[in-house]
């Protein structure tokens, strides 16, 4: 059956008067900041309309590291803007200057707050002036590296300098969670910045996403440290094997659990010419993040009584998963525990026990291999890091080594820098994000020295 004309052409006349209609005039990207106890946070609004006209938003929060979150009930009426953030219970609502360039008005979320939203060309992000921008005075190649034995394959990025080589190299070995090859976190990209910093000293650096992440195949769900391990040694196997590449010459750099994963290879695989721990721990997984958790909320102004009942469900439920080894026992154990926060906060602690990653991490005990790593070791740790203390690994760390016989080591503890070994105020997470510098420059540089002494490229 053919249309007939008289409806085509209403069809058409509708489609062109939607396609002529013109966007709502907060269509476009916003800017402002809000003065929140004497700290700066910066918002980003990027609003666009359906085909229908309906409006439609996300939020950037650079300052705490959220990009691109949804909004909701975003509506434009009488010059008067609105809109949710149903993640953070905040509400906007604002009025749209006559000139089209401003929307000044209240966010709303425990409390009132002035927050005026300026028109620009796109949202500038999070200020990362450590960032390396090209042209770069090195090469770069893209790597694929498999592991049979693991699953997976390890797409990363190899940085080499100028010239024939063969040149030293280092294998970057990320934090824990899932992480890419610049172990982005808070719109930082610490890798990438340690990456261009060693390359430029002379030594090929090798990064590479997590199984599962970025270009990686491979089940990250199921896997645990040893996973990574052997991820790891396949592509510092495969980086040794290349003909530019002086393969006596290469080790591990190692970040949070990447500090675990280095000395386990080291301890087992000869041949790996140096490691250096980046806040790596000497204690077993379960003292970790008790002491972890424990000092982040006390830190962050949780009352005392909360704060010992984490503490209280932490140790009985990393109790059960050190004692049980089946997933259906744990997850019945884990069910009669009395945790605080209701059905919800059971639910996490019983999903959280089904991690392969978690049970295995409770259990280990970085020190065995740490006593049997034959290469030299660069370890450290940042004064105010919350996430991996000094105070408690810095100890154990050379208690394992002095234990090994071990004589070619340095261990240090940087003052006033943070996990990341950012330059802190607190040491605190939520913190990273505010802060500009993605890694002290003092930091680099003792990475570098001690890495150009222990690979020959010292003058």
């Known amino acids: 059956m053919r249309t007939p004309a008289v409806l085509i052409g209403v ?48 939020l950037d929060s650079p300052d705490q590291g959220a990009f691109k979150l949804p909004l909701s009930d975003v509506a434009f009426a009488d010059g008067v803007l609105t809109f949710t953030l149903a993640a953070a219970r905040g509400r906007f609502e604002g009025r749209l ?39 770069f005075p090195y090469r770069t190649e893209d790597v694929r ?22 040149f030293p190299g280092a294998v970057l070995v990320t934090g824990s969670g899932a992480q890419n090859r610049d172990e982005e976190i808070m719109g930082h990209k610490p890798f990438l910045v340690l990456a261009d910093y060693l390359t430029r000293q002379g030594i090929a650096v090798l990064r590479y996403d997590d199984r599962g992440v970025g270009e990686s195949t491979g089940d990250l769900a199921a896997a645990t440290s040893e996973d ?8 510092w196997r495969a980086l040794r094997a290349r ?23 080291a301890a087992r695989t000869p041949g790996v010419a140096f490691i250096v721990m980046i806040a790596g721990s000497g204690v077993p997984g379960d003292e970790i993040m008790v002491r972890q958790s424990t000092s982040i909320l006390q830190a962050s102004g949780v009352p005392a009584e909360a704060v010992a009942a984490n503490i209280r ?43 392969p990653w ?17 290469c030299p070791v660069l370890g450290l740790w940042g004064e105010l890091d919350t996430q991996v203390e000094p105070a408690q690994n810095y100890g154990p760390v050379e208690a394992a080594l002095q234990r090994g016989g071990h004589r070619d080591y340095t261990l240090q503890r940087l003052p006033g820098l943070n996990h990341l070994l950012q330059p802190a105020k607190t040491g605190l997470p939520s913190e990273y994000a505010r802060i500009e510098e993605t890694m002290s420059p ?8 001690w890495m150009r002494a222990r690979t020959g490229l010292a003058k």
């Open 11 to 58: 069809m058409l006349a509708a489609s062109l008067a939607q396609a002529q209609a013109p966007a709502p005039p907060v269509v476009g990207a916003w800017e402002g900041a809000l003065d929140a106890m004497g700290a700066k946070l910066r918002i980003g609004v990027v609003i666009t309309a359906g085909p229908d006209g309906a409006l439609q938003a996300t």
């Open 97 to 135: 200057n006559e000139a089209g360039t401003e929307i000044a008005g209240t966010w709303t979320q425990a409390g009132p707050l002035p927050l005026v939203l300026r028109r620009v060309e796109a949202l500038s992000g999070p200020r990362r002036p450590q960032e390396p921008k090209p042209p």
């Open 145 to 166: 590296v498999p592991n049979p034995a693991g699953g997976s394959v390890l797409a990363g990025t190899l940085t080499l300098p100028e010239g024939p080589g063969p």
């Open 228 to 235: 990574f391990a052997g991820d790891a040694e396949a592509v």
């Open 243 to 265: 003909p530019d590449i002086d393969g006596a010459r290469v080790g591990f750099i190692g970040h949070s659990e990447g500090a675990i994963i280095a000395p386990m290879i």
């Open 313 to 355: 469900v932490q140790r009985q439920m990393f109790a059960i998963l050190r004692e049980e080894h089946d997933p259906a026992r744990i997850a019945e154990r884990l069910n009669a525990l009395d945790v605080p926060g209701g059905p919800a906060a059971k639910a996490q602690v019983v999903r959280q026990g089904r991690s």
């Open 358 to 374: 978690l049970r295995f991490f409770v259990r280990y005990d970085p020190a065995a291999a740490l006593a049997k790593v034959p």
């Open 442 to 449: 003092g930091a680099l540089e003792t990475i570098g020295a």
